[in-house]
């Protein structure tokens, strides 16, 4: 299924989102759209407020300032309606160890009202717990307790999964295997998931988009994937010239190492090239390089960068 991003509301909204405790602010004035059907990550380091601000998304704390909307509902004054479009795990989720996997899906689904056999079976295929759904949770490892969690989170249909940091302790199958059932969970059942990270690799593989927060506050957020799927990333030409001075002047970009720096795109270096040559600068070479988001994002951050 495509979702066109564009044509439909976001599925959550969060409007000057602001948390304070004592003078301190955790979280400052983040205004951010999460589009429906995407894998949207949320990347900072440790301390750049993630778990602050799920934690309000799913009514864990209130809000100082500004709101929440999820699915049209406002947070503040339409709590019930707005959490119930959301499946979360904050913190490890709360098994039953001596039931097994199975039996704690049944439990869970007796607290929510509409979740029929069929559905539990559906959630368990989505995480692909299938084999081992009978066994008792004290005999699961670390990552087939959080694809528990995950199928609890899921019974109830939620239009937004908020994960935080679901990848901690996961070995890199476990991380794989989280990666493909996410993407699969957004693909067949049109989920919006909302993941946290400090992780920026493991963000480039998972998600659409990518929102960046440091100290609180949005930095920036990134389309991951072009439209057609690939990796989207910014291009930028080095133009190898004799005065870095006057062609600066001339095509603007910044100066390094003795070359023109210009973020643009392809087509345009017939253009910029011809106004260098016409400009009277010898050009000895244009390249192109392709810059990785972490690049992008060290130099956003100047150089402080996330682990
Ligand atoms: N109850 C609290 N009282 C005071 N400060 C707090 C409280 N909870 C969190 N903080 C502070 O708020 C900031 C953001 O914390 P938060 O847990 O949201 O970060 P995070 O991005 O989830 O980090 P991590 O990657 O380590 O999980 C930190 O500086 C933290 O020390
Ligand atoms: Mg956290």
Redesign the pocket.
């Given at each position: 299924m495509t979702v066109n991003a564009a044509a439909t509301e976001p599925v959550a909204r969060l409007i000057g989102v602001t948390k304070r405790?004592?003078s301190?602010t955790?979280v400052g004035d983040l205004t951010l759209d999460i589009p429906a059907g995407q894998v949207f990550g949320f990347l900072?380091?440790?301390?750049?407020?993630?778990?602050?601000?799920i934690r309000m998304m799913v009514g864990l704390i209130s809000i100082s300032r500004g709101d929440i909307v999820i699915g049209g509902r406002s947070i503040k004054t339409n709590f019930e309606e707005a959490v119930a479009q959301v499946g979360a795990i904050v913190e490890n989720p709360e098994m039953y160890k001596f039931l097994t996997g199975y039996q704690n899906l049944k439990q869970y689904a007796r607290m929510v009202s509409g979740v029929t056999k069929q559905r539990i079976q559906e959630v368990i295929e989505l995480v692909g717990l299938g084999s081992r759904i009978h066994d008792k949770v004290k005999s699961y490892s670390l990552g087939m307790r959080q694809r528990l969690g995950v199928a609890q989170a899921l019974l109830h249909r939620p239009k937004l999964l908020i994960l935080d940091?679901p990848t901690n302790g996961l070995d890199p199958q476990g991380i794989r295997e989280l990666r493909d059932y996410l993407r699969r969970l957004c693909r067949e059942e049109g989920t919006t998931v909302f993941v946290?990270s400090?992780l920026l690799s493991e963000m480039e593989l998972m998600c659409d988009s990518v929102a960046i927060i440091q100290n609180?506050k949005l930095i920036d957020v990134r389309q991951l994937k072009s439209e057609e799927g690939g990796q989207a990333q910014g291009r930028k030409f080095v133009f190898d010239v004799d005065n870095v001075q006057s062609a600066q002047a001339l095509i603007g970009g910044t100066v390094k190492d003795a070359a023109i720096v210009v973020q643009t795109v392809r087509e345009d270096i017939p253009e910029l090239n011809a106004k260098l040559v016409s400009g009277g600068v010898k050009v000895y070479g244009i390249k192109e390089v392709v810059v990785s988001l972490e690049d992008q994002f060290l130099e956003m951050t100047g150089g402080e960068g996330i682990e």
């Open positions: 405790i004592g301190k955790l900072g380091p440790n301390g750049a407020g993630k778990t602050t601000t940091e946290s400090h609180g």
